[in-house]
């Protein structure tokens, strides 16, 4: 019972002595995320490849203020998760909560598929969701306290012609992030996945531009079907899915773990 206290007493600690690591967090759903939680009063550090370049940092601080703390990540190597955990710890303290949103997509059917672009996908979206979770896990659990989200996708429990790796990438951070739920559940370690839909970010531009130039129709077009291709005729917004991040690192939702929650706009895909 006592150790239960203790846990409750840690739970309801001020978020604002909270630490956050978003990767990714520079752009698009990252940067939304940060942003929410910086809202909510968390102290937020970035990880991301590009962290050195004058324009990612000028954007940053633009949108989160200059004490935000910004270093190189790449998730895809051990060595850098490593690095960058050491750095944070060192600069900032104990991690609290931890927001996966570094992701690559690729358009490439199975047959032909290339197998380094299909490796480098598989890197950025799950092994490199287990390198950071496996850094910040213990230390959540010797305090009593972690939330952790990973950000999947509805392409996780259906799928796309030509998008074998993100599909098998996403639907593989399902499972493990109930794994990391199961892990942390004892300790106030929460772990869920997020999974929007088509989502109104450079990613989607990318996407919808190389769908054009090989269906030979315009952009703007290949964006409105995307638009169209759910009930709600719309893109879903990055603060939107910021949001459902934002109250599942709180205090408000100890309980929600182990689960995938949809921003689907009530598409499948």
Not at 23 to 50: E, F, S
């Amino acid at each position: 019972m006592l150790r239960i206290e203790n846990r409750r007493r840690q739970a309801i600690a001020p978020s604002e002595s909270r630490l956050a690591i978003v990767t990714g967090g520079h752009v698009g759903i990252g940067l939304a995320v940060c942003q929410a939680l910086a809202k909510d009063g968390m102290r937020v550090a970035i990880g991301a490849r590009r962290a050195g370049d004058e324009s990612i940092q000028s954007k940053v601080k633009d949108a989160l203020g200059p004490d935000v703390f910004l270093h190189p990540l790449d998730v895809r190597k051990a060595a850098s998760v490593a690095d960058f955990h050491r750095a944070i710890e060192t600069q900032c303290g104990p991690v609290s909560v931890l927001v996966n949103a570094a992701g690559i997509s690729l358009h490439q059917p199975i047959c032909g598929h290339d197998l380094t672009a299909w490796q480098d996908v598989i890197d950025t979206n799950l092994t490199g969701c287990f390198l950071t979770m496996r850094a910040v896990l213990p230390g959540m659990i010797a305090q009593g306290y972690g939330r952790i989200v990973n950000i999947a996708s509805t392409a996780a429990t259906t799928a796309m012609a030509d998008h074998p790796a993100y599909c098998a990438s996403k639907s593989g951070l399902l499972g493990l992030s109930r794994a990391a739920a199961l892990e942390g559940a004892a300790h106030g370690v929460t772990c869920l996945t997020v999974s929007p839909t088509w989502v109104e970010t450079d990613m989607l531009h990318e996407s919808a531009s190389i769908m054009a130039r090989r269906s030979g129709r315009d952009v703007k077009k290949e964006i409105k079907d995307l638009a169209n291709a759910n009930p709600q005729n719309r893109l879903v917004q990055p603060e939107e899915v910021a949001a459902v991040v934002a109250f599942a690192c709180s205090d408000r939702a100890p309980a929600l773990t182990m689960e995938d929650i949809l921003v689907n706009a009530g598409a499948h895909w």
